[in-house]
């Protein structure tokens, strides 16, 4: 048995499944190039029958990377099945991932099916996948919790079928890594024509388990690991491509496992992933942390000084957390932005290259020392926008405790039109708010809004995440700017944009 470990990543599926970690195709796209550059085998780009939107971002994703497998991933129904193939074929290395649950639970209640209907199911949709591409993955959904006499069959028939990777997921993340070992070796002993296919675990966190449940899998001889860079994923995430990888690494003794991962690629691609998102990632998340490698007691301090390995597993530099180094000034030109943004992995057109320096030589105005974080920020900011219906122009607002109730003055495009309207607020943000809902004639509820300094320093950028919800449609919008009121009003219209491309999605699918 071979000991390379295929990572598949289902960031750009899975993860977008989790609660506000909705992307753009512009954002879908950079994030699929980050993730070759990282070195995953597999990048699952969506779900294409789900919606146009998804269709189109898998399609796109298929088009630009270029050295790794592109999976979609469909029902066991035929009309999904021919979708998610329309949306991969144009792929190098298209793979199409159908699955259908095998538990009694979901067969009974969410299936309404017996065992016998959802054998049939597995046969006649892997038959069709694999008439229309060679590479096929079946996943049993809820295998950890399905009877394993029965999930041995449903794997047996699939492979018979034509699948080659045979996906085993927990994915209620129910399982415990001893059951999990067994789980896997049961099949692999088991099932007749198991040699005949990968085994591929996809393991959800719910109890906090699923990196050491894929790595007991692993261990156990499946060799495909499905995770996503942060560990997002429905409800408590996915096992995360970080803990696995540098598991696989740091105790590569004890597994004897490789990846084709570039560890130095980790936390560039972490640090992407939570701008796209707007999340920033926990201080005390393992590996890409901001806590990860630093030492607050005296002890561990003096020890990590005489010899790293004192307290350090594995050394910053080689997940690429090489510091938060000052890169550029007031006087960088065009050449050290472009060498800034090669070493962060961003690779621009010459037009977006003269577009970042302005941006850098607009906040060096205003902020003396400009980080990595910074020049990120700003390609997120400047480069990997949708195309908006709502544009932010200009805004002015008055606020402290006079006799005035706050108030804000905007100026906005709306589809190219400028409107312009100041209103009140109980405080400035509500202000600024007040008049973009006004402007724009939308009544979202802001669920939930968060600041976060992009770095250290008073005249850091803040980086603003708010979350909204209209006719019960969420949405997630997300800006930085070094003025926190300009970057919260960007964040909202942000918002807006992404609610009024849903409903444009929505329109797009009843025709
Ligand atoms: O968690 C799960 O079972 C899944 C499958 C669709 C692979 O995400
Ligand atoms: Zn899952």
Known sequence: MSNRVIIFDTTLRDGEQ??????????????????????VDVIEAGFPAASEGDFQAVQ??????KNVTVAGLCRALTSDIQRCHDAIKGANRPRIHTFLATSPLHMQHKLNKSPEQVLEMIEKAVSFASSLTPDVEFSCEDASRSERPFLAVAVEKAIAAGATTINIPDTVGYAQPQEFYELIKFLLETVPNASKAIFSVHCHNDLGLAAANTLAALSAGARQAEVTLCGIGERAGNASIEEVSMALKTRGCYYNLETGIKSEQI????????MIIGQPIPPYKPIIGGNAFAHESGIHQAGVLKCAETYEIMTPQSVGRAGNEMVLGKHSGRNAVKARLDELGFTLTDEQVN?????VKELADKKKNIFSEDVEALVLEKIYRMPDKYR????????????????????IEVDGEERK????????????FNTIS?????????KQYAVNAVT?????????TVRLEEGGHKSVGRSSDSDVIVASAKAFINALNRLAKKEEERECAKL
């Open 18 to 39: 989790s609660p506000g970690a909705t992307m753009n195709q512009g954002e879908k796209i950079r994030l699929a190039q980050q993730l070759e550059i990282l070195g």
């Open 60 to 65: 796109a994703i298929a088009a630009t990377v």
């Open 267 to 274: 936390y560039p691609s972490s640090r992407l992933l939570s």
């Open 355 to 359: 577009e970042v320096t302005d941006a």
């Open 392 to 411: 932010f122009k200009h805004l002015s607002v008055l606020s402290g405790n006079m006799a005035m109730p706050p108030t804000a003055a905007l100026s």
């Open 421 to 432: 309207l100041a209103a009140f607020g109980v405080g400035p943000i509500d202000a600024v």
């Open 438 to 446: 006004q402007l724009t004639g939308r009544n979202p509820v802001l």
């Open 456 to 464: 250290g320093g008073t005249d850091a950028q803040g980086e603003v």
